[in-house]
């Protein structure tokens, strides 16, 4: 019974309390940097987006986004040094190479459990990975129409829908409405 219980509260420790000291300073500089950064990342993927919509339509903004904002993205991770990197992440991705690794998964969950359950979600997550080890995740909603276009009843475009399944396959990322949880930006800092 003993060793049943010891058993359980480490287990309990293990997945419920962080092993690993981190003061407010800490936590606080953390966030400065990643909202820095996912900062960096989202005015020059949004600005791109924009832009291509505005001058060609949906399907320019489509080659842009397949072509560019995955490259764009490891650009701006290596512009920001060793100590620090930026990715996107999504339970439904398009991009393969956008999905969740390790406790990422369990993170995007937990938010969409919460908004699911009314919750607005916080502008920003921390969380203690190691040792000075952190990431931190800016939620990404769908908060445009035009996401819709390509994360929505894609259908409605048929040229564009076509485009999509032919370069993504496996593609998860449509049947979005207005405000749901699209995703987030990681911004993995070393402290
Ligand atoms: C013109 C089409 C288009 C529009 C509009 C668009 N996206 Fe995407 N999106 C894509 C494509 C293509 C990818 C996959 C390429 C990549 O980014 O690696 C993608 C990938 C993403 C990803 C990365 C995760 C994944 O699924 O691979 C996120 C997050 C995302 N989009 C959010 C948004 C949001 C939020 C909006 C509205 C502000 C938006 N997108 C508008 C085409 C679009």
Redesign the pocket.
Known sequence: MKKILLTTTLLATALFANPYESTPEEIAAVKATGQKTAAALLKS??GN?QK??KSGG??E??G???DH??TL?EVIDQSMGSDVSVK???L???????APQGSEKAILESLQTLQANGVVLPEDVVEVVGDGVYKYYKP?????A??????GDIDKLPE?AKA?RE??PED??TGYRMNDL????VVTVKH
């Open positions: 993927l949004g987006l291509h919509l949906p399907m903004a489509f842009f986004c397949s904002a995955y993205t996107r992440i999504s439904q991705y398009r991009n393969p190479a956008n990404l909603l769908i908060n445009k035009a996401c819709l276009k390509c994360h564009l999509i370069r993504y998860k990322a699209r995703g987030a930006v």
